[in-house]
């Protein structure tokens, strides 16, 4: 179970988080009968999703910082 997600934060997948705190509002009998199974299962595909696309932006970044640092390391051995 995730804990209260901040809609801010997941911007792409506020939709679904809404739709799966209404079901979660709708009771506890429903909720602990699957009633909200699917719409976890989506949120947790669409905050994958998310991830992933943070996770290779964040590599990118690191590569070019990476770069950066080996060229200034190749200019100290000089």
């Known amino acids: 179970m995730h804990s ?8 792409s997948c506020e939709d679904i988080i809404l739709q799966l705190d ?3 509002n709708e ?14 299962n989506a949120m947790n595909e669409c905050l994958q999703a998310e ?4 996770r290779k932006k ?4 690191a590569k070019e910082k990476r770069k950066k ?7 100290m051995d000089e």
């Open 27 to 40: 009771g506890i009998l429903h909720r602990y009968l699957g009633g909200c199974n699917k719409l976890k």
């Open 58 to 61: 964040h590599f990118e970044n």
């Open 22 to 24: 209404q079901c979660h």
């Open 69 to 75: 640092l080996e060229k200034a390391w190749e200019g």
């Open 4 to 11: 209260k997600l901040d809609l801010h934060k997941h911007v």
């Open 51 to 54: 991830f992933d696309v943070n």
